[in-house]
């Protein structure tokens, strides 16, 4: 296990801040729309993070968090008539990110977005991402997909997964998506989404099962499908971990859980992140670990500083794990 991070740099000094805060592995992106990204691109990119002493580990492939109206390849998920052309431009895009050495992507199948509600008030006047189900817009439109029944979603994904895994396998990319952020009760804006239980993540990485098939685990939205986070989210750590399906982590807690949170700084949340961390290391996960969703605070640069906190902190963790295990 490492430090990563895939805080998206604002210009070069972002990434020399990376390097001299102690970060040698990143998830970054090339500009642009990721179906155009060529070889040349990929391998341009990656050289220039290199000069800065950065190893690009991972890309984002063009299906990302936000709404399905903002995104690179809507018509996956709503089966629109590109289907089948945004599928087979992701599976060329897996097959140039091999050619440059790149060996995990990052992917979302997401069609409403990650919902929040009004932003709480965090230690020292910060202000924090909530969900709270009693306060949501339980009369929000539904999106270009329409209504997608359990069925249907499942139906969309394995289409997907279908096609694209056996890419992933022949090329040696790992495929790394990202839960639904957060749960939501069947049919909320028209979609109920399969990927936000821990039971619909299992089904999940046994469908089209292969090595190359797995989780970019938010260990945040992870809490946020669980009644009681702070004690059952070390199973499913080991669940996943024990049968190899851990390609990344976001190493990010909640306060409270299942329909009512609010994001927090890693160590002010519920979950025991030093214990997380020992669980991950017990069933052998080897890939990045990095911050997500910081808390808004003040300050000239408030998003880097407040990753820069989180940064020393997974650094300090796996510093005293290390030294125990000497």
């Known amino acids: 296990m490492f430090l990563g991070t895939q805080f998206r740099a604002r210009d070069d000094d972002d990434y020399r801040v990376m390097a001299q805060l102690g970060i040698e592995h990143v998830c970054a992106d090339p500009a642009g729309n990721p179906h155009d990204w060529t070889l040349e691109v990929l391998e341009r990119h990656r050289d220039h993070l290199a000069d800065f002493g950065l190893s690009l580990d991972m890309i984002q492939l063009p299906l990302s968090s936000r709404v399905i109206e903002q995104q690179y390849s809507p018509d996956i998920l709503s089966a629109g008539p590109e289907r089948d052309r945004q599928i087979d431009s992701i599976c060329r895009l897996i097959e140039r990110a091999a050619a440059a050495g790149i060996p995990a992507v990052k992917y979302n199948l997401n069609i409403i977005g990650i919902p929040r509600t009004e932003l709480e008030t965090g230690r020292g006047g910060s202000r924090n991402d909530a969900f709270r189900w009693d306060k949501a817009d339980h009369e929000a439109p539904l999106t270009i997909a329409g209504v997608v029944g359990e069925d249907e979603n499942w139906e969309r994904i394995d289409y997907f997964l279908e096609r694209v895994v056996p890419v ?129 605070i003040s300050g000239r640069d408030p998003q880097n500083t407040a990753f820069a906190f989180s940064y020393g902190y997974i650094v300090a963790l796996l510093q005293v794990m290390k030294s125990e295990a000497n």
């Open 168 to 296: 992933a396998e022949a090329n040696k990319v790992r495929l790394a998506c990202h839960p639904h952020d957060p749960y939501t009760p069947p049919g909320y804006r028209g979609v109920t989404r399969v990927l936000g239980t821990v039971e619909g993540l299992k089904k999940f990485v046994l469908l089209r099962e292969n090595p190359y098939h797995g989780l970019n685990f938010c260990q945040g939205t992870v809490g946020e499908m669980l009644d009681k986070p702070a004690e059952e989210i070390f199973d499913v750590i080991r669940w996943f971990g024990e049968r190899g399906k851990l390609f990344n982590v976001h190493f990010r807690n909640i306060r409270g859980g299942r329909l009512s949170f609010m994001e927090t700084f890693p160590e002010e949340g519920d979950m025991d992140m030093w214990r997380s961390l020992k669980t991950y290391a017990e069933v052998g996960y080897q890939y990045m670990i990095m911050p997500d969703h910081v808390p808004q």
